[in-house]
């Protein structure tokens, strides 16, 4: 009975697009079967630094991917912002909205890459500011070379608060979890797993994982990151993030990425090392690691005194980088199958966006009307 007026969706991904996915389609008046191998603190979303960028973001930036889809991905970033920003007053959500300061090696004025960038970040982000003055006033090392600058208000998500009250969130609306993994299995064995589930439609928000189950060319694109205590213990405490802005990043494969986490510990990152899929490393095993950490001790002297003791903690995770840009689409086969993958390092800022669009195409499939459904 229920079934005539509540449609099910099968979601197949418990990280930020699979819940975020979840959580729309419940308030569309879709039910959720959430199916997925690792829920929680085991995804790469509790990973992300989780620091909101303008595209194509920096936070392992591999390769820009095509124009067309550089701008749908433009979208997402704008609708997820408008979104942060509605959370801010959720306080389970981990959500902050902080200062973050982008360093340029060059003038921006003579650099048409970040000119862009700058030109067209500005009407949809809160406090923008461009001003070589940042440098000094935020204490950076001159010797680090950065001659220019630009700022703005970004969301800041703590994911492991926010993961968990996405998940609350989903499991309130009804969600029914099944923990399992799905072995290589095709597209079209995909959809009648869901049929035989009584899904009506099925999500893939697998991730990297969507490489085994589409065949799609994904790569992990390897990040990590220190997250050190931040309380004014071992350094003043930083209440503002503070990163390489794009071109001067891009290459070398590490970048400054000092991003405030909560309230009280700060994020030291980072790198972006393409086909890299351990992710037990340390100091040794990967001499990166260390020298990411000097380079943010260099960059902000202040951090001198941070410490990497007992109360720290490494994170490493796989970006899941796709070259054609992350893939929101539908896939017609015994139950609709839409996919919401490849987000590459801006798998929270495109959420909400992709999510959002991952709906619209389900709401057309089952010939659902946006407005009859709409909460
Ligand atoms: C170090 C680092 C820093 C980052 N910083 C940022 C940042 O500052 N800003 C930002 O926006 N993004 C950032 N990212 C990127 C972001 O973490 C990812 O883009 C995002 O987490 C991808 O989310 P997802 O839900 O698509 O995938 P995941 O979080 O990987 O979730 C995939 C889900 O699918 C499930 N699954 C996969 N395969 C199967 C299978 N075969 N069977 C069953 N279940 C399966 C998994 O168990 C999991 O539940 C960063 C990433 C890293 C590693």
Redesign the pocket.
Known sequence: MGKATRPLAMV????????TTAYLLQRCGIDVLL?????GR????????????WQP?V??FYEAPPKAVLQREKRWSIASYERFLQLLGERAAGVYLRRVTFYLDTPAADNPFEWQKMVEMRPHVHGFCHDAALIDENGVNPAMGFVDAYAYLAPMIDTDMYMGWLLGEVLCGGAVLKP?????CSPQQLCEFARNHGADVLFN??????L??TGDELIP?????YLVRNDGTDFAAIREAHCTALQSAAGGGEFI?I?PRGGDRLIL???AQPYQWQKEIDEQSTPALGHMLEQCRLFMPALGQAKIHEASEL??????FRRRGARVELESGAVPLIH????????????WGAADEAVQLAQQALGLSAAAVAV
């Open positions: 197949l991904g418990a990280g930020v697009s699979g819940l199916v997925a191998e690792q829920f085991r995804t790469t979303s509790v990973v992300a630094g989780a620091l909101w960028e973001a936070c392992g399992e993994r799905l072995e290589s928000c697998t991730g990297l994982g969507a085994e189950l694109v390897r990040g990590a990151w990425f991003v990152g980072g790198i994170r490493v995770g796989l970006r899941p919401n993958y490849g987000h590459g390092g801006s798998g929270v800022t495109l959420s």
